[in-house]
């Protein structure tokens, strides 16, 4: 979901490439982890939708129970006027009817079903929590590992020193408007300046790397009881365990709203191009004006 790559062109070099010329820009350690990153947090977003249908609420605190008042749920309700049913999803006091979507939906058959989230978008496409939860725990050790080793080594090879880390100059106000203006009028990087990393693209990847991955792994672990035995603190620090339910959702949807800005830049700036540049590691350099 992320195409955090690390350019192998020194930009700064006096025979740097020109734009047009094809160049290496992200190493093999990279565009493995890319994809496999990309499978395992799709399989664990469907996986966790499922797990979700189980008590389609979200609360404040350690304790949370149909009684209780959550602050999102999902839901079908029926008019008592007409005696339908319609799908709602209300977050505090505002409700939204998601009627076909949400709450009341139709399965592959046509036959309704009142859960949080449609067949299409969870795993398995059936009812079932427990096999829900062996996928989810499962590509949850794979997004661990796979996170630990990814930040070692993009450690060692100095690629979070090199082309994630944030300067002064880079957080100052003025600077990040000018970056956010740029983006808004699709005026992307070409030649060399290409390889470079902008403040915008290391603060998210960044924020991705080092809070929203590590948040949903630690949040995970603050909702399992077993938690509570060797390291009761990691659930304490988040106010009760639906309190670190919510936070773990949160930082879900957090992540598909990067992962569909990512794809939209993608496509912005070429989607054959970035995407063979991570199959591949090749990427041709966009020409610069004039060029």
Same mark, same amino acid.
């Given at each position: %979901? %992320? ?13 740097? #490439? ?7 820009? =992200? ?12 499978? @395992?947090?799709?399989? %664990?977003? %469907?996986?966790?939708?499922? *797990? ?27 008019? @008592? ?17 998601? @009627? ?44 661990? /590992?796979? /996170?630990?080793? =990814? ?7 100095? =690629?979070?020193?090199?082309?994630? =880390? ?22 992307? #990087? ?25 948040? $949903? ?5 603050? $909702? ?8 009761? *603190? ?38 054959? +191009?970035?995407?063979?540049?991570? *199959?591949?590691? +090749? ?9």
């Amino acid at each position: %979901m %992320m195409s955090v790559g690390q350019p192998e062109c020194d930009s700064a070099a006096p025979d740097r #490439p020109r734009g047009g010329a094809l160049v290496r820009r =992200h190493r093999l350690s990279t565009r493995v982890w890319h994809w496999v990153n990309a499978v @395992t947090l799709l399989v %664990m977003l %469907m996986s966790g939708l499922m *797990i979700f249908n189980a008590h389609p609420r979200l609360y404040w605190g350690e304790y949370g129970a149909n009684f209780d008042e959550p602050w999102l749920k999902i839901g079908t309700l029926r008019n @008592t006027r007409t005696g339908e049913d319609s799908g709602f999803l209300q977050v505090g006091s505002r409700r939204f009817d998601t @009627t076909g979507v949400l709450g009341l939906w139709k399965d592959a058959e046509g036959r309704e079903r009142r859960h949080a989230f449609p067949y299409w978008a969870t795993i398995p496409s059936q009812y079932s929590l427990s096999v829900a939860r062996i996928w989810h725990l499962a590509f949850a050790w794979v997004l661990a /590992l796979g /996170l630990l080793f =990814h930040l070692l080594w993009s450690l060692i090879n100095g =690629h979070l020193r090199r082309d994630i =880390h944030v300067t002064r100059a880079e957080w100052n106000p003025r600077h990040l408007w000018h970056e956010i203006w740029r983006h808004a009028r699709l005026r992307f #990087p070409t030649g060399a300046a290409a390889l470079r990393y902008n403040s915008l693209q290391k603060l998210s990847y960044a924020g991705v790397l080092f809070i929203l991955l590590p948040l $949903m792994i630690v949040t995970g672990l603050a $909702m399992s009881p077993a938690t509570d035995a060797w390291a009761p *603190i990691v659930t304490e620090a988040f106010g009760g365990r639906q309190s670190a339910r919510s936070v773990h959702f949160i930082a879900a949807f957090l992540l598909i709203a990067f992962f569909l800005v990512h794809i939209v830049m993608v496509v912005l700036a070429g989607p054959f +191009n970035e995407v063979r540049a991570m *199959i591949s590691g +090749n990427y041709r350099l966009p020409k610069e004006k004039g060029e």
